[in-house]
């Protein structure tokens, strides 16, 4: 893997076509005349180094400094005992050294090559091919240098791509399990706090408790089958605005008191509203765990082209951690969600005592938007 990430290799069968491309390209050069060596020499040494030149591009994946030096060589040895010939195959290798190795590194590749496959031509005083040769050096690594950086390109992408969606799955597991799990604990200290004075509301506590865990397991099931299927799940639905009185009854269950008021009306879009449940869903969770509080309430307002969505409860604002309360994946998670729907996300200690979450979600944005 080179330095910008990206692994370019040669398969085996690109190998062997390189080997036997180099041979049959090369072969016509022993029926020119040679310039030096005489007829049979001439002919001898560029067997020699067509061989050579074989054997170093067989090795050109594993060795691709090594196997292109020989072949820039060879070709500079063709140039020289057979000058109406050329340098061969170097300007294949050159591409796909450049293709194969980061810019950085391939550069002196070019340098090389510049030297090997002009040098004979200027010291012949063939000036026409010496420049037709630095030409198309350039173009050749320029082509392979490309070709790289279209392929980093694509690795990035793909791995940004990857990145996003575990980050997408660590948001909806935590929002899926965060406040079911938080209720059910409560309930199940309550449950443990009362059994042996009221055994009825105990089991009351544990029915609640059963409850919570069996809506854990629906949303659970839910998520993975939108995980495992590319055009989502069919059968249960996503949670909406409609389901935020249910959600604030689970709360009243474990104890926060909960008052859930909407204004306005209008269509709002899936994405928004499940953004919207999840925002509320991880604000009642917290005001839940860290409040240590008696209420909350929760508006939902259709303001123009927005849905607002305010939740404030009457906790201690002032106890750890009050700046950040839920300061795990709670507060972040919401913020992300709010920047991935267009809108803008605020929260805080309650002027009047408290704590407040804020966000405001746009609705024309998002109306074509996924969750």
């Known amino acids: 893997m080179g330095g910008d990430g990206y692994t370019a290799r040669l398969a085996p069968k690109w190998r062997r076509l390189l080997v036997i491309g180099s041979v049959a390209v090369s072969a016509p050069m022993l029926s020119f005349e040679p310039a030096v060596l005489g007829a049979v020499g001439a ?3 560029a067997v020699v180094l067509m061989a050579v030149q074989a054997a170093a591009l067989f090795w050109l ?45 391939s550069l002196w590749l070019l340098g090389l090559a510049v030297v090997a496959v002009c040098g004979p031509a200027l010291v012949q005083q063939r000036w026409l091919p010496a420049g037709l040769w ?15 950086a279209r392929g980093a390109r694509r690795v990035a992408e793909r791995r940004q791509a990857a990145l996003e ?17 938080s209720v059910m604990v ?40 939108t995980v495992r299927e590319d055009d989502g799940a069919e059968g249960s639905p996503q949670p909406s605005l409609d389901d935020l009185e249910r959600l604030a009854e689970s709360v009243r269950g474990a104890g926060l008191a909960v008052e859930v008021v909407r204004e306005g009306s209008g269509p709002v879009p899936t994405a928004v509203q499940l ?23 929760v508006r939902v307002r259709i303001d123009g082209e927005a849905l607002v969505v305010h939740v404030r409860d009457d906790g201690n604002a002032g106890a750890s951690p009050s700046a950040n309360r839920g300061s795990g994946q709670g507060l972040a998670g919401m913020r992300e969600r709010a920047s991935l729907l267009g809108g803008t996300f605020s929260a805080g200690p309650h002027p009047d005592g408290g704590f407040r979450v804020e966000a ?3 609705i024309g944005a998002a109306s074509g938007g996924a969750a």
């Open 43 to 45: 002919r001898v040494v």
């Open 61 to 105: 994946d594993a060795r691709p400094r090594g196997a292109a030096a020989i072949v820039l060589a060879a070709g500079a040895g063709f140039q020289v005992l057979f000058p109406a010939f050329g340098p061969g195959v170097a300007f294949v290798v050159l591409c796909t050294c450049a293709w194969m190795r980061p810019a950085a590194e």
């Open 134 to 148: 630095l030409v198309a050096c350039l173009l050749a690594w320029s082509w392979g240098a490309q070709a790289r």
């Open 165 to 181: 969606e575990r980050a997408r799955i660590a948001r909806e597991l935590h929002d899926v399990l965060s406040h079911t799990v």
């Open 186 to 225: 409560v309930q199940a200290a309550a449950a443990d706090d009362i059994f042996e004075v009221n055994p009825a509301k105990a089991r009351e506590a544990v029915r609640r408790t059963e409850e919570a865990g069996r809506q854990a397991l629906a949303e659970l099931r839910w998520f993975l089958r």
């Open 275 to 297: 953004g919207a449940y999840r925002i509320v869903q991880e604000a009642l969770t917290n005001a839940l765990r860290h409040a240590q509080g008696s209420t909350a309430i």
């Open 360 to 362: 405001r979600l746009p």
